[in-house]
């Protein structure tokens, strides 16, 4: 049997650049220059004897080989990490990083106090965020990305635990000079032809709200798409159009209304995180503290 010389290394540039289809990008997740995962990727192709990348198009796509390759290293890559962290957690019991996926809605409100009460008593640990919708955040649980998510627990797919946190309601902020803000609450025809500012591609909310728009045939007019809830509230205040957003992020100001739906869309917000996948002490100690926390 032909043995390949390769490198733990070499395997995750590839995948990193296979996630992002971007040298330039990947090279900055990964916090290295471009030029080393030029040549990492170059030999790795190299050991295996086949193009992992098509490079005659635009993005950097995986040719068909690279394809198997990919989906093949993944699983191992996961048990290697997994196992390199559980053995690591034997020397070292008081540090550790902490991998967490949170929306920017619940990024605005809930992770704050959660993560400052954590680190009053476990100031040896890190937390690393990544700040992204629910959607892509439950995309990136299931890849082995992260270690939690504290996202809307809606729609759960199969291979992830989940551990209720807090209930909260999506409501709609209107500006005050809009016919809209007389009423008592809104119907989903309410937002026929009305400007609409939205959060970016990959958050609950915006995926849910456009399936139920498209099911009743309403077209709001989509002035802006952002992540930066401030942002929103703001362009709000200055008529700028309607916003969909938690409850928990719209009781900070009285320059707007907040109006519920007719009928009313509650939804469960908590942690997330893969089934079967080795919890670290560190990962394993923020989940105690917020099966313990008391949030309102």
């Not at 296979?18 to 030999?43: C, D, F, H, Y």
Request: net charge neutral; hydrophobic share 40%; aromatic share 8%.
């Amino acid at each position: 049997m032909k043995k390949i010389p390769m490198e733990l290394r070499q395997l995750e540039y590839f995948r990193m650049a296979a996630k992002l289809k971007n040298l330039t990008r990947a090279a900055g997740e990964l916090k290295v220059s471009q030029p080393n995962i030029t040549v990492a990727i170059q030999k790795l192709e190299t050991s295996l004897g086949v193009r992992l990348f098509d490079r005659s198009q635009k993005q950097f796509l995986l040719t068909p080989e690279g394809e198997i390759f990919l989906h093949r290293i993944e699983p191992a890559l996961e048990i290697l990490h997994d196992s390199i962290r559980e053995v690591d957690d034997c020397k070292n019991l008081d540090r550790g990083n902490i991998r967490i996926g949170i929306p920017p809605m619940i990024g605005a409100y809930l992770f704050p106090r959660i993560c400052s009460d954590f680190q009053k008593i476990y100031h040896r640990l890190t937390i690393s965020l990544n700040e992204e919708g629910s959607m892509a955040i439950r995309e990136n649980l299931e890849a082995g990305e992260l270690d939690f998510g504290i996202i809307i627990l809606s729609e759960i797919p199969a291979a992830l635990n989940t551990f209720p946190m807090c209930t909260s309601e999506l409501v709609t902020c209107v500006p005050l000079d809009s016919p809209l803000a007389a009423r008592g609450a809104l119907r989903l025809t309410d937002f026929d032809g009305q400007n609409l500012l939205v959060m970016k591609h990959g958050s609950f909310i915006r995926r849910m709200l456009s399936d139920q728009f498209a099911a009743e045939n309403i077209e709001p007019n989509i002035v802006l798409e952002s992540n930066q809830i401030d942002l929103i509230k703001h362009l709000v205040e200055s008529g700028s159009g309607l916003a969909c957003l938690l409850d928990c992020v719209t009781k900070d100001t009285r320059k707007y209304r907040v109006l519920s739906f007719e009928k009313p869309k509650r939804f469960d917000v908590g942690l997330a995180w893969k089934k079967g996948r080795y919890i670290s002490k560190a990962a394993a100690a923020f989940m105690d503290f917020c099966k313990d926390a008391l949030i309102e």
